[in-house]
């Protein structure tokens, strides 16, 4: 089976920049995407293609993937990004994966 | 405009069997790079995924899953139904259907407002 590893939380100051890793083995062979989830909603994808942003998302939110790991980045967090982030990528072997999600709290 | 909404059962019991109906509109499954998946999450937990419909009736599971697992879909209704036998507690969780598409990636793009599924006696 193909595993993706996120931290459980990450906290940042409200204006600063946050980054949340999604390891994985080669992950940087895979497309990877990111969702957003807010409180009794359903996810929102953010980012997907490793640094692709759909349309309605705001430039604040970017993407990459190397090596093992992937990365969100949060650039001037607002109290809005408070959320969980999911990662997912797609793997030959078991098809779709999520990692095990991030809680992003603002302070 | 896609949009996606899930139906079924609030409730079920021990043993059961979960039968999820996924309607959807603004795409064709029919369309390359396209499908249909389900992702559940149990309370306060992380999103796990558990089965893809895809073009010319494409199947994808969930290797830890597979074995309870049924997606099929019903093109002139624009519907997709997922089948789970043997539903425990651990099994409760809210359901949802999601848009997959594959194309500069692979990433479900639009979701269903979920459906919370409780397995209790």
């Known amino acids: 089976s193909y595993d993706l590893t996120q931290p459980p939380s990450v906290s940042v100051s409200p204006g600063q920049t946050a980054s949340i890793t999604c390891s994985g083995d080669?992950?940087?062979?895979?497309?990877v995407c990111w969702y957003q989830q807010k409180p009794g909603l359903s996810p929102v994808l953010v980012i997907y293609?490793?640094?692709r942003r759909p349309s309605g998302i705001t430039e604040r939110f970017s993407g990459s993937n190397s090596g093992n790991t992937a990365t969100l980045t949060i650039s001037g967090t607002q109290a809005m990004d408070e959320a969980d982030y999911y990662c997912?990528?797609?793997?030959?072997?078991?098809?779709?994966?999520f990692g095990g999600g991030t809680k992003l709290t603002v302070l | 405009q896609i949009t996606l909404k899930e139906s079924g059962p609030a409730l079920v019991k021990p043993t059961q069997t979960l039968t999820l109906t996924c309607t959807f509109s603004g795409f064709s499954l029919s369309t390359s790079g396209m499908g249909v998946g389900w992702i559940r999450q149990p309370p306060g937990k992380a999103l796990e995924w558990l089965a893809l419909?895809?073009?010319?009736?494409?199947?994808r599971y969930s290797p830890s899953l597979k074995s309870r697992l049924t997606i099929t879909e019903d093109t002139s209704k624009n519907q997709v139904v997922l089948i789970m036998t043997n539903m425990d507690p651990v099994d409760t969780a809210t359901y949802y259907c999601a848009h997959w598409y594959r194309v500069g990636g692979y990433y479900f793009d639009s979701w269903g407002q979920g459906a919370l599924v409780t397995v209790s006696s």
């Open positions: 997912q990528a797609w793997d030959i072997t078991t098809d779709v994966v």
């Open positions: 293609a490793d640094t």
């Open positions: 419909i895809l073009r010319n009736d494409d199947k």
């Open positions: 080669k992950l940087g062979d895979k497309y």
